[in-house]
C-alpha cells in the first residue's frame, strides 16, 4: 500500500514564513501583490498571539507545504449560529489538480461541522472562473445579489474617529 503524499494539519508557529510566502503568492496569482502590506511576523502574532484573530491549514505534498486555509469565525443573525468565513485558500500552480484545495476545504467544512457552524462563506474575485468552476463542483452557491462592503486605511481610520461612545448615548 502507498502512503498518500498529501497531509492536511493546523499551523503551528513555525510554519509562518512558508504561510506567508503563499500569501505572496496567492497576491500574485491575483495580481494583487502590491497590496501585500503585512509582513510574517504580524501574521504570527494574529495567528498564535495571546489573542489570535484567524486559524490557518498548512498542505502539505510529500512533506513540503504548497498551500493553505486561512480561516475566522463569524455570525449569522439569521440562523443565530456561528459560521466560519474561509479569507484565503491557495494552493501553488505545480501541484494543482491533485485534489488539494478540495482538501483543504473539506477539512474547514469538517471543523465548521464539528463546531456547530450554520454555514461556511468565502469569497471569490468575479474573473477567476477556474475558481468559481472549482467551487462549483463541491455545492458552493455564488451569491449573485451580495457585494462585499470594505473600508481600509485612512477612511477605517476617520470612520472610527468618528464613533458615538457608549456614554454619549
Not at 501585500?36 to 501574521?43: H, M, Y
Not at 498564535?48 to 493553505?68: I, N, S
Not at 501553488?92 to 473539506?106: D, E, T
Request: charged share 20%; hydrophobic share 45%; net charge negative.
Amino acid at each position: 500500500m502507498t502512503q498518500n503524499p498529501l497531509t492536511i494539519r493546523s499551523a503551528q508557529p513555525a510554519d509562518v514564513p512558508a504561510i506567508f510566502e503563499l500569501i505572496c503568492a496567492l497576491a500574485e496569482y491575483e495580481k494583487l501583490s502590491h497590496q501585500v502590506t503585512g509582513d510574517a511576523g504580524a501574521l504570527a502574532l494574529h495567528l498564535f498571539g495571546d489573542r489570535p484573530y484567524a486559524e490557518a491549514l498548512v498542505a502539505q505534498w510529500e512533506g513540503k507545504t504548497v498551500g493553505f486555509a486561512l480561516f475566522l469565525h463569524n455570525y449569522s443573525t439569521f440562523l443565530t449560529q456561528p459560521g466560519i468565513y474561509l479569507e484565503d485558500l491557495f494552493v501553488l500552480p505545480s501541484v494543482r489538480g491533485k485534489g488539494i484545495g478540495k482538501a483543504l476545504i473539506q477539512t474547514v467544512a469538517a471543523i465548521a461541522v464539528e463546531r456547530g457552524c450554520g454555514r461556511l462563506e468565502w469569497s471569490v474575485l468575479d474573473w477567476n472562473e477556474p475558481a468559481i468552476g472549482f467551487y462549483r463542483t463541491m455545492g458552493a452557491s455564488i451569491l449573485p445579489d451580495w457585494r462585499i462592503c470594505r473600508v481600509t486605511g485612512d477612511a477605517l481610520n476617520q470612520l472610527g474617529s468618528d464613533q458615538y461612545l457608549m456614554s454619549d448615548l
